[in-house]
C-alpha cells in the first residue's frame, strides 16, 4: 500500500467529509489540514481521538467502532478509494 497504514485511507478528508455530511455533522477542514500533513506517511491511527474531533463527535464512541463506520464511506468514485483498489488489486 502506498499509505502508512490502512487508517490513513479511512481518515482520508474525502471518507470524513463524507461522514461528516452523511451523519449531520461539522466536518472541520481547516484543523484537519493543518494536522494531517501527510496522508500518506504520517501516522494518524494513535490520534482517533484527534480525528473525531474534525468530525465534532462530542458523544462516546468506540475507537474501533468509529473506524469501522467510517470505513461504509470509503465508495467508489472517491479519489482515495481509486488509490487503494490499485494498491490492492493492480499492485500498483
Known amino acids: ?6 487508517e490513513n485511507y479511512i481518515f482520508d478528508k ?3 467529509s463524507a461522514y461528516c455530511m452523511q451523519n449531520s455533522l461539522t466536518f472541520d ?3 484537519y489540514d ?7 506517511d504520517q501516522n494518524l491511527k494513535d490520534d482517533v481521538n484527534k ?3 474534525f ?3 462530542s458523544t462516546s464512541i ?3 467502532t468509529f473506524k469501522i463506520n467510517l470505513s461504509n ?5 472517491m479519489a482515495v478509494y481509486k488509490e487503494l483498489e490499485e494498491c490492492v488489486f493492480l499492485r500498483r
Open 55 to 57: 468530525c465534532g463527535i
Open 73 to 77: 464511506y470509503l465508495k467508489e468514485g
Open 34 to 40: 493543518a494536522f494531517v500533513t501527510n496522508v500518506q
Open 62 to 64: 468506540n475507537s474501533e
Open 29 to 31: 477542514d481547516v484543523a
Open 51 to 53: 480525528i473525531k474531533n
Open 1 to 6: 500500500m502506498k499509505r502508512w497504514e490502512i
Open 14 to 16: 474525502e471518507v470524513l
